[in-house]
């Protein structure tokens, strides 16, 4: 049982350029969550999806897509890198939503240049 | 909408000190409330949580939250803190469809 798991665990970007991070959870979790982590603010929701083939924008959707066409799986993508897109991201799933404690993967460490 | 503040950015503690973390929530109805720490390189996970009931509630490696609806605060505690302990603390407030984290609260270890 691996839980929440994110690949790649860093990568480095020059601006304009796309990727795709994957989160994977092997739960049976129908919620997924993307966050970005900054300094001094805290995680921030990107995108989260309520069960396969559903997505929904959280706090900070700007500059990213995501897909859950599996539930196991939730893809965040950038299409146009930028140098403010640099922090670190976290995927979490849950079995529900109100109340339910939230899964951590470990991180991915994104620097766009 | 939810918010939560965390007011203190950094705390030192000495080892084997107390420790209390300050938590404080916005919320209409009644909170689903949250600590998780973060070690260094690491994701987030879980301390304790708060429902509903007893408003002491008891948490993994020590640790301890109360709820005070008055105060709307859900302070973090520990009795005896451990070098292993220093990290950084979040605390978060549950609404119907999102989690929202306050900004955290770097804990250093003193010898």
């Known amino acids: 049982n691996a839980g929440v798991t994110q690949t790649p665990k860093f990568r480095v970007l020059k601006t304009g350029q796309s990727m795709t991070l994957l989160c994977a959870q092997d739960?049976?979790?129908?919620?997924m969550y993307w966050y970005r982590q900054d300094p001094g603010m805290g995680l921030r929701l990107i995108h989260y999806?309520?069960?396969?083939?559903?997505?929904a924008k959280g706090e900070v959707p700007d500059g990213y897509n995501v897909s859950r066409l599996k539930k196991q799986n939730f893809l965040l993508g950038l299409e146009s890198a930028a140098p403010s897109q640099t922090s670190v991201y976290f995927c979490?799933?849950?079995?529900?939503?109100?109340?339910?404690?939230?899964?951590f993967g470990p991180g991915t460490r994104l620097t766009v240049l | 909408a939810q918010s939560v503040t965390q007011p203190d950015i950094h705390i030192t503690v000495s080892e084997g000190a107390s420790l209390e973390l300050r938590c404080n929530y916005s919320y209409g109805a009644t909170p689903y409330l949250f600590w998780y720490v973060q070690s260094p390189g690491q994701g987030l996970q879980l301390l304790l949580k708060?429902?509903?009931?007893?408003?002491l509630v008891q948490g993994i490696k020590g640790f301890e939250a109360e709820f005070k609806r008055s105060q709307s605060s859900f302070n973090l505690r520990k009795p005896s803190v451990h070098w292993s302990d220093a990290a950084e603390y979040f605390c978060a407030v549950s609404g119907f469809q999102k989690l929202v984290f306050g900004t955290g609260t770097r804990l250093l270890v003193s010898p």
């Open positions: 999806s309520v069960g396969e083939g559903t997505t």
């Open positions: 739960m049976n979790h129908e919620y």
């Open positions: 708060y429902f509903s009931g007893d408003t």
């Open positions: 979490a799933s849950s079995f529900g939503l109100a109340g339910n404690e939230q899964f």
